[in-house]
């Protein structure tokens, strides 16, 4: 599928904080902004306008993970969030990174199969750890190329 031109992928700054509360379960304004000054956020936009979401995690401060990535509905489907994982792979890669993970709930097909085409492999299973006790399913790309 082809992507729309307009589209900038970028890593959001604190002028950004008011679009990034939309997306984010944390209502604490610190930590939002300590991620924006670590380069933990990346947004998606379209005509000035956040479409899209991405949060980034170091599990023991070092290995890269992808806690959330979202679209505005209207926006899936449309290799958005393939440009913001790009995005991801190129600073991990040009920071030194070899591997990075990430995850979705045992009962979300659609996001498994997103994962699997871009390259991730499953590397473990988390029973029982989300709302109803669903499980979460973990993955792992290599960044090695």
């Given at each position: ?37 670590m380069l933990e956020i990346i947004l998606a936009e379209r005509c000035g306008e956040v479409i899209g979401y991405l949060m980034l995690e170091y599990i023991w401060s070092k ?83």
């Amino acid at each position: 599928m082809s992507t729309d031109v307009s589209i900038i992928v970028r890593f959001a700054s604190q002028n950004d904080l008011d679009s990034c509360f939309i997306y984010d379960h944390s209502d604490r304004q610190d930590i939002i902004e300590n991620k924006i000054d670590m380069l933990e956020i990346i947004l998606a936009e379209r005509c000035g306008e956040v479409i899209g979401y991405l949060m980034l995690e170091y599990i023991w401060s070092k290995l890269p993970y992808i806690s959330l990535i979202f679209l505005k509905p209207e926006f899936r489907g449309k290799g958005i969030g393939s440009l913001m994982l790009e995005y991801l792979i190129e600073y991990l890669q040009l920071n030194g990174f070899k591997n990075l993970l990430s995850s979705s709930q045992v009962n979300e097909n659609e996001p498994q199969m997103w994962h699997r085409k871009k390259g991730f492999v499953e590397c473990g299973i988390l029973s029982g750890i989300n709302e109803g006790g669903v499980g979460e399913v973990f993955f792992k790309l290599d960044l090695v190329r």
